[in-house]
């Protein structure tokens, strides 16, 4: 399962237009007699976040520490910016401009259909009075403490000095994400790394007909205004990441796209964030495709929280979900840890799966977040049981323990005892049934040694294999 890093620790600093996008929803039924167009009774109004201000939430909803810096109005729609903002735990620093109206979108919204947008803005001019030295400053004071910068670009003008910006924060040793508009790139010359999408990249670059002229273009670019990396979101065909060290090309994970408002600003929020906790670029980029596939199926400008990810991640699984070996084990368990979860462990043969087996690992499961069942290969079955057992091989006992709600991953062992296994994962709790003295338990040394807990569960009485052999007339030992 794709790992989702723990964000906690992570910083990131946004700079770029901010705006506020307000939603007006309502039932329609009938045409108006003045015009072709149908009569909106609006119902209620919905107010997020835009632009650069969409990038800050996306980060802020993740636990990102997050800094905003922006340009608002002096007016209502600024004051509801700046409101929104601190709800959301966002750290803005906004200047407001006396003569510049908030930027804000109306979208009408009607059975999740958008009507119509109206967009109420002005370009920050050059004669736009607002104070540019205080943004700067304000840029400047978050610097030190963010672990990635994003400069959002919706070509408004808060971002005219973006080459000052980044140069910057390439000094102070910060990787700086652009997401860019217009056509002349060569103002983002020395980013960490720029993100458009295949449109915008077509309109500087030139049309490009397959594949290889994609990748020949984007190095191109990217060595003519000396980017480290270059990512094109590509829609139904997923993102391309360029490197120096190659590419990474990766498919599209939406199931269904309802609405693709926000999603560039999704993806840019993840690359910072996955980058500020610690993750490699082509590691952050398979975030921000998982992202990006969760955003697009709803509606307007919208996040994504850590559990839509790892939902998302666990979706993604092939058909041998929750069969792991140690190795690929270990490292969910540390992720989940990461997250401050406990995972819990148990093993055994579980030959012949009976209703005293499910609701022993309902039981285990219900001690912590994850469960983990550790599963006796065919020949330790046959050491501890005798040359007529297992039953089942071991493959079909696991794919069976894969099956159950309660059981998250399952693992093999080949030695007579789990305990080396049990070491090397150290459990939070450890779950064993029967009449078993806690200390009598394989690795319980280990997983007390760790912090960790060692529980006795009671197995239900029954049921058990030998019984059900005995029933079919064979019988066998334990």
Known sequence: MQRIPCFESARVLVVGDVMLDRYWHGDTGRISPEAPVPVVRI?????RMGGAGNVALNLAR?????????????DEAGRITARLCTEAGIDAHLVRSGDHPTIAKLRVISRNQQLIRLDFEEGLGEATAFDRRALRQSFDAALSDAGAVICSDYGKGTLAGVADLIAAARAAGKPVLVDPKGTDWSRYRGASLITPNLSEFEAVVGEVA???ALAARAHELRRDIELEALLVTR?????????????????????????????????????????????????AAQLANLGAGVVVAKLGTATVSVAELRRAARARHTSDIGILDEDGLLAHMEEARAHGERVVMTNGCFDLLHPGHVRYLEAARELGD??????????????????????????HRMEVLRGLTAVDWVVPFSEDTPERLICKLRPDVLVKGGDYA????????????????????DFVDGYSTTDILARLGTRRDG
Not at 62 to 74: N, R
Not at 384 to 395: F, Q, S, T, Y
Request: proline content about 4%.
């Open 210 to 212: 397959d594949d290889a």
């Open 62 to 74: 993740l636990g990102v520490a997050t800094t905003l810096v922006g340009v608002i109005g002096d």
């Open 438 to 457: 806690p200390d009598e338990i394989a690795g319980a040394g280990c997983v007390r040694e760790a912090g960790g807990e060692v529980r006795v569960l």
């Open 370 to 395: 994850w469960l983990v069942v550790a599963v006796n290969d065919d020949d330790s079955v046959r050491r501890l049981k005798g040359d007529d057992r297992p039953v089942n091989p071991l493959r």
């Open 43 to 47: 119902g209620r109004e919905e107010l």
């Open 235 to 283: 829609s139904e065909r997923g993102m391309s990441l360029f490197e120096g060290d190659g590419d990474t090309h990766l498919p599209a994970q939406a199931q269904e796209v309802f609405d693709v408002t926000g999603a560039g600003d999704t993806v840019i929020a993840l690359l910072a964030a996955g980058l500020a906790a610690g993750q490699t670029l082509p590691e």
